[in-house]
């Protein structure tokens, strides 16, 4: 897709043009809402190969954060590529304070009332070198965008409307979590090479390796068999030893694995039953309190 049909596109969703059913997967995720923090152990990326999703961009950089070597981003999202250099572009020339303030629809006041300075054209302009040094694309993306639309539309209708309060956010982004992580970032994303992929994961035919690979909660939109298909798939594109985080799991209870929701990869036991055996399910702190715990289910590729 041309930048130009990019920009088509992005025009049709903010004004509602398209119908719910076909902007779903379109829209750009703001922030991360996965606990990072918790299965970056797991995924131990440092000098790494790693392929994820994630159009919010937060994956690769804290991937980038903890030494990751080689970072391919695959999602369905077509304007995954302009939103990570938008946000490269913002880590790279601002503070954190300031990068926040930019980026966060609500994280300011705590999801009450709209952050005013969000997409901020003062800040933009601020950021604008940077992008285009990043990627010129990139930069007449936004360019264009905000020049025929007000920010506040382009923030809030180009984007999911999934975003935790600030204190959320930096908690389960490395990144965000001090001063001297933002700052060490800016150094990784300065030496820093990204590949991207706009598809569907469950379409895509890959060529490349990788020692790990993580589909967020892609799966929670799939059935059982879907997933497993798409994992087989994907287990060609594993090195020996590798781990695929195979799903995000949400809001676990202590003392059940099994959540009575509608995705079938909650039923932890038909999970288990149908993905390749020694899939596990890791937990970690959740997104959402210490009541919960989030998890993943993990598989390990062995020799």
Known sequence: MSVNEKVDLATKLIDGKLPIF??????????????????????????????????????????????????????????????????????????KEEYEKFLMQYGIFLNIFENPNVFSKKTFDLIKDKIHELDPDSLYFWEQLLSKR?????????????????????????????????????????????????EDITKTE???????IILSNIPCNYPIVQTREVVDRLLNNLEDDGTILISYLYSLTPDLDFYDGEAEIYNIALAKKNLPSGTELIRFPSVNGDFFNDGALVYKKKK
């Open 22 to 95: 076909k902007d779903r997967f379109k829209k750009i995720y703001p922030f991360t809402t996965e606990n990072i923090s918790g299965y970056m152990p797991i995924i131990n990326p440092k000098n790494k190969r790693v392929l994820t999703v994630g159009s919010s961009g937060d994956q690769a950089i804290n991937l980038l954060l903890s030494g990751c070597s080689d970072i391919t981003i695959l999602d369905i999202c077509p304007f995954t590529k302009e939103y990570f250099y938008l946000k490269s572009a913002a880590i790279q020339t601002l503070s």
């Open 150 to 198: 007000n920010q506040h539309q382009v923030r809030k209708k180009l984007f999911a409307d999934d975003e935790y309060k600030r204190r959320t956010i930096r908690r389960i982004n490395p990144y965000l979590q001090s001063d001297e992580s933002f700052e060490k970032t800016k150094e990784s994303l300065s030496s820093s090479t990204i590949k991207f992929h706009q």
């Open 206 to 212: 890959l060529s490349s390796t990788y020692d790990s």
